[in-house]
Every structure is written in structure tokens, then in C-alpha cells.
């Protein structure tokens, strides 16, 4: 059983979570909490398996407690869950090793991804003395999904929202439709799914009309 901890002071996304959470098979709800210092002392004393962590928090930011965190080589896991978008957050939340990144407002489909890919690696590393290279790649597999670095002229922090928008999707979409809801030029995104559809990470139907072009429709 993976023991969470939801740090969050919104409480009906704290319900929404909760709610979220009790869906899950494999989970337990440890503690929540509303404010990061309340949270860190908890986490100091009893550290959870895996963090729920919300960026904006009354007292201190969601960056700090996971800095602190960090600082003090606690072993849990964290998945951010924010509203942030900005490419400098997204870098240095990955950089100080959160295991995914949920941008508010969220599908179930999308918390149950980013907690079940969690829950594989948790496994594999619990239930093994050793590891041999299949079982290593099957977790750098998981893992990559959030951290593959691009080829030049395509950047990584671009490469992530473009995949955690398009995860959060409940229906496939076409790249027009894809770049209005990320505020992005439509040929910026196109280009980016199109990398992410060759990399076999996300798939394309293609929609053939009487008249005018195919419609291309991504899904991950």
C-alpha cells in the first residue's frame, strides 16, 4: 500500500482529490494538510511514500516545501499539482526530481495516469532486492515520459506542456484545437506532435472529409 500525503489549501480541490485518491486501488491517504510548514513537520516525522503538493499554499510556496524536501533527502516521491504553467517553474520542479506535474484543472484519467505510472516504479523497487537491466528500462521508460530531452530546435519545457495538455484531454484533438486551449501557434504545437507521434508516445487518426484537407486528430 502507498501511503500519500495531499498538501493543498484549497479544500474542495482537497475533496476533489481525496475523492480522487479513493478511486485508486494500491493508495492510502496518510495525512492533508492546508499549509506547506504544518506539512513539512509531518514529513520530517513520518515521510509518506508519495506528495500530492499544490504550488500556491498560504504560508510558504509548494517550490520551497520541495526544496526543503529535497534539502533534507526525505524519501517520498512528489507529483505537483498546480495551476503554474510557466516554463521556469515546470524546469525546476523537474530538476528537483517531482515524478510528474498536473496543470489545474485536471480529468480523473489524467491523476489516474500520473498515480498508476507512480505506483509501477514504487512496486518494482519494493518488491526486488536487485533489479536486472529489463526491469531498469521498464522504469526509464515511465520515467521519460516526462523528461525526454528534444532534439534541437524543440524545447523541453514546450515538449511537456504540449504532452500534459494533450494527456489531460478526454478525446482526441486536432492541433488547432490543441494550441487555442495552450494560448501556442498552431504550427509551434503541430511540429511538437508531430515529434511525440514518431517517438510512438502519442497516436493520430486521420479523418478524411468530402472537401478540404484530413483532419488530423491526437490522442496519447
Not at 500500500?1 to 475523492?19: F, R
Not at 478511486?23 to 492533508?32: A, I, P, T, Y
Not at 508519495?50 to 510556496?61: A, E, R
Not at 526525505?74 to 520542479?93: C, E, G, H, N, S
Amino acid at each position: 500500500m502507498i501511503n500519500v500525503m495531499i498538501i493543498e489549501d484549497d479544500p474542495m480541490v482537497l475533496e476533489v482529490n481525496k475523492g480522487f485518491l479513493e478511486k485508486m486501488e494500491g493508495f492510502h491517504l496518510q495525512s492533508s494538510f492546508e499549509n506547506g510548514k504544518a506539512a513539512l513537520e509531518k514529513v520530517f516525522e513520518s515521510p509518506p511514500d508519495l506528495i500530492l503538493l499544490d504550488m500556491f499554499l498560504p504560508d510558504i510556496s509548494g517550490l520551497d516545501v520541495l526544496q526543503e524536501i529535497r534539502d533534507k533527502e526525505v524519501p517520498a516521491d512528489i507529483i505537483l499539482i498546480t495551476a503554474a504553467r510557466d516554463a521556469q517553474t515546470i524546469q525546476r520542479v523537474f530538476r528537483l526530481g517531482a515524478v510528474d506535474y498536473l496543470v489545474k484543472p485536471f480529468r480523473f484519467t489524467r491523476f489516474q495516469q500520473a498515480l498508476e505510472s507512480h505506483k509501477k516504479m514504487w512496486m518494482k523497487l519494493h518488491q526486488s532486492q536487485s533489479l536486472n537491466q529489463e526491469d531498469i528500462d521498464g522504469w526509464n521508460k515511465i520515467k521519460n515520459e516526462m523528461s525526454e530531452i528534444p532534439p534541437k530546435g524543440l524545447s523541453e519545457i514546450t515538449l511537456k506542456q504540449i504532452y500534459m495538455a494533450l494527456s489531460d484531454e478526454q478525446n482526441p484533438v486536432t492541433a488547432e484545437e490543441l494550441a487555442e486551449r495552450l494560448g501556442m501557434a498552431r504550427v509551434t504545437v503541430r511540429r511538437y506532435l508531430e515529434y511525440l507521434e514518431k517517438q510512438e508516445r502519442i497516436t493520430v487518426q486521420i479523418e478524411y472529409g468530402k472537401v478540404g484537407r484530413p483532419r488530423h486528430n491526437y490522442s496519447v
